[in-house]
């Protein structure tokens, strides 16, 4: 018998069987057209072009590129500057069609001291139990991606099938969508428009799946395309994002939400190279407009109550050598959240070490993270969470990863005064894959 999970998987694939065929056309079209012609009188018309260049020469995959896209965990906010630096290096050739693909499934087992409470951050409050303890398999997501690269202009689509959709959403979701032109060689800036994670903040997660606080409260989405002017250097990334005042798929909302361009992000990093390949990043960003700023907590699309622009900043460093990281970020609000009367916060120390076992790439990590949003010894105050996690690769394509995570505290972001609860405590195992070309 087919389950839900099943016709999902398979709407998904019918989805994008469609959506490849329609960008194999144009992408074909574009480049005859960018194709020159040739000087002497032999010149041929754009159908025979269009024929003569064959698809196999179109149509190519990289994994590695094709990871850094998917990665829910690293580079959260900065993915067209890795696709116009993948292009740079030669990792993306030009006059391409560039098609990735991605499988992440976990099994989650849970236990908590109070029934019906499950602080893990990164799911949604349906997936648990009503009791005490749970164990349960979740599709994570099963993602499609294509990148068109032509002269001046990188195209990026992803969409994906998962089972934990926010109440209300589809299943089946159109996640991102966005041209950029510029050309790296030729200048270091760039223009894109698009849906796409906004250029705010680091929001890095070095467990294999699990999310900080500092993502869970301030990584930030747009729903309605924004406009992202870039400017990228081999050390250095600096964006401006100018987003229409509507309420995105996470944090971005704003006073009126009538459409207007007024709401806009600001971010910047720099590494500084030290000796023996060692290096310094540094980085931080400011956010206009962000869903703390209403007495009532609307986490669904809505225009909220005595509303104003509540901004956030963030902060963010990253000390690498050859095989390890270690990364402190810091985002506060501004102003009080009306809902709480406290500002907003969450800060995240982490550290990993790249290693091997049995000869293949492993990655032992070490997350702690706070949430903060309500004032000292009040049950919504904050939530914890620390996580030990390590990721093994035993193929190229294949990635095995395992938590074990703590949490603290029980704020969901939606009721926080109502259903806050201090006193709660879990403890949480993850086992999971990623499959990925």
């Given at each position: 018998?087919?389950?839900?999970?099943?016709?999902?998987?398979?709407?998904?694939?019918?989805?994008?069987?469609?959506?490849?065929?329609?960008?194999?056309?144009?992408?074909?079209?574009?480049?005859?057209?960018?194709?020159?012609?040739?000087?002497?009188?032999?010149?041929?018309?754009?159908?025979?072009?269009?024929?003569?260049?064959?698809?196999?020469?179109?149509?190519?995959?990289?994994?590695?590129?094709?990871?850094?896209?998917?990665?829910?965990?690293?580079?959260?906010?900065?993915?067209?500057?890795?696709?116009?630096?993948?292009?740079?290096?030669?990792?993306?050739?030009?006059?391409?069609?560039?098609?990735?693909?991605?499988?992440?499934?976990?099994?989650?087992?849970?236990?908590?001291?109070?029934?019906?409470?499950?602080?893990?951050?990164?799911?949604?409050?349906?997936?648990?139990?009503?009791?005490?303890?749970?164990?349960?398999?979740?599709?994570?997501?099963?993602?499609?991606?294509?990148?068109?690269?032509?002269?001046?202009?990188?195209?990026?689509?992803?969409?994906?099938?998962?089972?934990?959709?926010?109440?209300?959403?589809?299943?089946?979701?159109?996640?991102?969508?966005?041209?950029?032109?510029?050309?790296?060689?030729?200048?270091?800036?760039?223009?894109?428009?698009?849906?796409?994670?906004?250029?705010?903040?680091?929001?890095?997660?070095?467990?294999?799946?699990?999310?900080?606080?500092?993502?869970?409260?301030?990584?930030?989405?747009t729903d309605d395309p924004l406009i992202e002017l870039g400017y990228v250097t081999d050390r250095t990334h600096l964006a401006l994002s100018i987003i229409p005042e509507h309420r995105g798929l996470?944090?971005?909302?704003?006073?009126?939400?009538?459409?207007?361009?007024?709401?806009?992000?600001?971010?910047?990093?720099?590494?500084?190279?030290?000796?023996?390949?060692?290096?310094?990043?540094?980085?931080?960003?400011?956010?206009?407009?962000?869903?703390?700023?209403?007495?009532?907590?609307?986490?669904?699309?809505?225009?909220?109550?005595?509303?104003?622009?509540?901004?956030?900043?963030?902060?963010?460093?990253?000390?690498?050598?050859?095989?390890?990281?270690?990364?402190?970020?810091?985002?506060?609000?501004?102003?009080?959240?009306?809902?709480?009367?406290?500002?907003?916060?969450?800060?995240?120390?982490?550290?990993?070490?790249?290693?091997?076992?049995?000869?293949?790439?492993?990655?032992?990590?070490?997350?702690?993270?706070?949430?903060?949003?309500?004032?000292?010894?009040?049950?919504?105050?904050?939530?914890?969470?620390?996580?030990?996690?390590?990721?093994?690769?035993?193929?190229?394509?294949?990635?095995?990863?395992?938590?074990?995570?703590?949490?603290?505290?029980?704020?969901?972001?939606?009721?926080?005064?109502?259903?806050?609860?201090?006193?709660?405590?879990?403890?949480?195992?993850?086992?999971?894959?990623?499959?990925?070309?």
């Amino acid at each position: 018998m087919a389950t839900p999970t099943d016709h999902g998987i398979e709407r998904i694939i019918h989805g994008f069987v469609i959506m490849v065929r329609v960008l194999k056309y144009l992408t074909a079209s574009f480049i005859a057209f960018s194709i020159p012609y040739a000087a002497s009188a032999d010149v041929t018309s754009r159908s025979d072009r269009v024929a003569a260049y064959s698809f196999d020469d179109v149509i190519k995959t990289d994994l590695r590129y094709s990871e850094q896209m998917f990665d829910r965990q690293d580079h959260v906010t900065d993915k067209i500057a890795v696709a116009l630096r993948a292009r740079q290096s030669g990792v993306l050739a030009p006059l391409s069609f560039y098609f990735g693909g991605r499988l992440v499934m976990t099994y989650i087992s849970e236990k908590t001291n109070t029934a019906g409470k499950f602080p893990i951050l990164s799911r949604l409050p349906p997936t648990h139990t009503s009791g005490k303890s749970d164990s349960y398999g979740v599709l994570n997501e099963a993602s499609l991606n294509a990148t068109i690269t032509l002269p001046w202009v990188t195209a990026f689509v992803q969409g994906e099938y998962t089972e934990v959709e926010y109440p209300g959403q589809e299943d089946l979701q159109l996640r991102k969508y966005w041209v950029a032109v510029g050309d790296l060689d030729r200048a270091p800036f760039y223009v894109g428009v698009g849906r796409k994670t906004v250029n705010f903040g680091n929001f890095a997660s070095y467990a294999p799946f699990t999310h900080s606080h500092s993502s869970h409260y301030f990584w930030s989405q747009t729903d309605d395309p924004l406009i992202e002017l870039g400017y990228v250097t081999d050390r250095t990334h600096l964006a401006l994002s100018i987003i229409p005042e509507h309420r995105g798929l996470r944090v971005i909302s704003s006073p009126d939400n009538d459409g207007d361009l007024s709401n806009f992000a600001l971010n910047g990093t720099h590494r500084f190279d030290l000796a023996n390949a060692r290096s310094v990043t540094v980085g931080g960003g400011y956010l206009r407009g962000t869903i703390y700023d209403s007495t009532i907590a609307h986490h669904p699309p809505g225009v909220g109550i005595n509303r104003s622009w509540n901004n956030a900043y963030n902060v963010n460093a990253t000390y690498s050598g050859s095989n390890y990281d270690v990364m402190a970020e810091f985002t506060q609000t501004a102003d009080s959240w009306p809902a709480t009367g406290h500002k907003v916060s969450a800060t995240t120390l982490q550290g990993r070490y790249r290693s091997k076992i049995l000869g293949k790439p492993a990655v032992y990590s070490l997350t702690a993270s706070r949430g903060v949003q309500g004032a000292n010894g009040t049950e919504w105050e904050r939530m914890e969470q620390v996580i030990l996690g390590l990721e093994f690769e035993p193929t190229p394509h294949v990635k095995l990863g395992a938590e074990y995570m703590y949490n603290a505290g029980f704020v969901p972001l939606i009721l926080p005064t109502r259903v806050g609860d201090r006193s709660v405590e879990s403890h949480t195992f993850i086992v999971g894959a990623e499959l990925t070309f």
